[in-house]
């Protein structure tokens, strides 16, 4: 039996600021006006059930910006647009650049509203990294640095729609990353020391199971297929891991570092998942006792 932490206490007592923030930064489709719907383009494949180019509406959309089968996205084929999250830059736009206007009232507006949708999508992604990285608590002086990085980025969500467009938001997302790596690096101390280095790899269909993956830096990998069942996950890093058809049945990953509602949307979970305080379990996931899997799974000892 390893002595190691294995569920944390950070997200449990995260400040009612990160709180707020975290309603701040999710999508608002009310408020919207299906930008996500039209500006994003997507090709025919398992996620997508035909091709859509950028700024062409999608076939489902219907008059008054509501999606004609949101009721029914999965079995029709458009499992990525169910798990597809703008973190609230939708409304943004609409409602804060651009002033409450829209695209099909003004066509005029459709081609810098999409490309402001675009870089406010990149800008309010940094924003929940950097607001789940104040979440954990970590050790001076990175709360102030990450307080300062938040602020900065706001205020770059607040540009006119020609200032979004000439940003060098490739830049910007360098500096923040270079934080929230510095952020991470502190946070997976805490795991026991850091686990093993795993960024960009691929891991794509591989067999996890029961991994140990504790502390580990999975920033960028493919895990798509990848079973991950029973593995434990605390304090590793998911930034932008691509879970899409992952295996989580009775995964751990309630102390997982900065996996989001979206990633688990596009993987495939059970009741038995642990999942960190914040995020929900998706509604395609199959259901069962919740209470009966903890007792049944408490005290294994997860190795590979």
């Known amino acids: 039996m390893n002595d190691r932490p294995s569920a944390p206490q950070d997200r449990d007592t995260a400040a009612p600021a990160a709180s707020r923030r975290r309603l701040e930064l999710r999508a608002d489709c009310e408020r919207c006006a299906a930008l996500c719907c039209v500006a994003t383009a997507f090709s025919a494949s398992a996620d997508f059930a035909i091709d859509k180019a950028a700024g062409q509406p999608c076939p489902n959309l219907r008059a008054d ?25 939708g409304q943004k736009v609409v409602r804060g650049t651009f002033g ?40 001076e002086p990175l709360p102030g640095e990450l307080d300062r990085a938040f602020s900065a980025t706001e205020l770059l969500t607040h540009s006119g729609p020609d200032e979004l467009v000439a940003l060098d938001v490739d830049a910007h997302r360098r500096e923040v990353n270079a934080l929230l790596l510095r952020a991470s690096e502190h946070v997976r101390q805490r795991a026991g020391g850091p686990g093993p280095d795993l960024r960009g790899a691929d891991l794509a269909g591989k067999d996890l199971r029961r991994a140990d993956l504790r502390g580990a830096s999975l920033r960028g990998a493919l895990l798509i297929g990848a079973d991950l069942r029973n593995a434990d996950l605390s304090y590793a890093d998911l930034t932008s891991a691509d879970l899409r058809g992952a295996r989580l049945a009775g995964t751990g990953l309630a102390a997982s570092l ?29 259901t069962g006792n919740i209470a009966a899997g903890r007792r049944r799974t408490a005290g294994t000892t997860l190795n590979p």
């Open 258 to 286: 900065f996996v989001s509602q979206p990633q688990l949307d596009s993987a495939s979970g059970d009741a038995h998942t642990k999942l960190p305080p914040p995020l929900v379990r998706p509604p395609h996931w199959p």
């Open 65 to 89: 910006f509501r999606c004609s089968i949101h009721d029914r996205l999965r079995p029709s084929g458009f499992g990525g647009c169910a798990a597809f999250d703008c973190f609230g830059a």
């Open 100 to 139: 409450g206007r829209d695209w099909r009232s003004e066509p005029g507006l459709a081609a810098p509203m999409f490309a402001a949708f675009a870089v406010m999508r990149q800008l309010h992604e940094l924003l929940w990294y950097v607001n789940e990285a104040l979440a954990l608590n970590p050790a």
